[in-house]
């Protein structure tokens, strides 16, 4: 069972340019999960998804970013007219159930991000 | 609302000597508690988590953490560091308050560990 698959690993943008960033949850997971990481800060989270549902997205901001699970393929997390504030690391977590009572998450190895 | 707060942005240790990455956490409800750990340019890794069951909760590689409900703590803990152990530690809460689990991450712990 392969693990959290993100892709790429890395992404460089220009300034107004639009960046995708995909997740794999591992096989048999519903539940994903998407966290940004910014230099010297812990994860922050940005939105929880199951299947073809938004659970929670309070933590992405309002313009600009969106995010899907669809019912068939990966989870994506969109960042339209990226600004060099959006550069950062991009975590992606799947768990088989809701992560944290009981159930962790896994991690992928993050889509690191810079905008130019 | 659940919040984490590690105490320490930076521990450094010697190679063999003990290791304490200090975890304080809020929540309203029964939690559960987590550390991951990342090395550089890496995905995280789940090190160990307690999840209401016995409150000293042993991990991987060597690692353990104490539940403490009184001091609201999760103090991670290793007896003899390795320079392999270098890398940044995050304590995570998670706990049903908003009607599902959510993760909240701590800003982290960067181990430095010398010869």
């Known amino acids: 069972n392969a693990g959290v698959m993100q892709n790429p690993r890395h992404l460089v943008r220009r300034r107004g340019q639009e960046a995708r960033l995909r997740c794999s949850p591992m096989k048999g997971h519903s539940h994903v999960y998407w966290y940004r990481q910014l230099p010297e800060e812990g994860l922050k989270f940005m939105v929880y998804l199951q299947k073809e549902n938004i659970i929670d997205e309070s933590g992405m901001p309002k313009e600009r970013f969106s995010a899907e699970f669809p019912k068939e393929g990966p989870s994506i997390l969109r960042i339209q007219q990226v600004v060099r504030g959006d550069s950062a690391a991009y975590f992606c977590a799947s768990s088989p159930l809701e992560a944290g009572q009981n159930t962790e998450a896994f991690f992928g190895q993050g889509t690191r991000l810079t905008v130019v | 609302a659940q919040s984490v707060t590690q105490l320490d942005s930076h521990v450094s240790v010697s190679e063999g000597t003990p290791v304490l990455l200090r975890c304080n956490y809020s929540s309203s409800y029964s939690p559960s508690l987590f550390w991951y750990v990342q090395h550089p340019n890496k995905g995280l890794q789940l090190l160990l988590k307690y999840t209401s069951a016995a409150t000293l909760v042993k991990g991987i590689n060597g690692f353990e953490a104490e539940f403490k409900k009184s001091e609201t703590s999760f103090h991670l803990t290793k007896p003899s560091a390795h320079m392999s152990d270098a890398a940044e530690y995050f304590c995570?809460?998670?706990?049903?308050?908003?009607?599902?689990?959510?993760?909240?991450f701590g800003k982290g712990t960067m181990l430095l560990v010398s010869p």
């Open positions: 995570v809460v998670s706990d049903k308050a908003s009607g599902y689990s959510t993760l909240t």
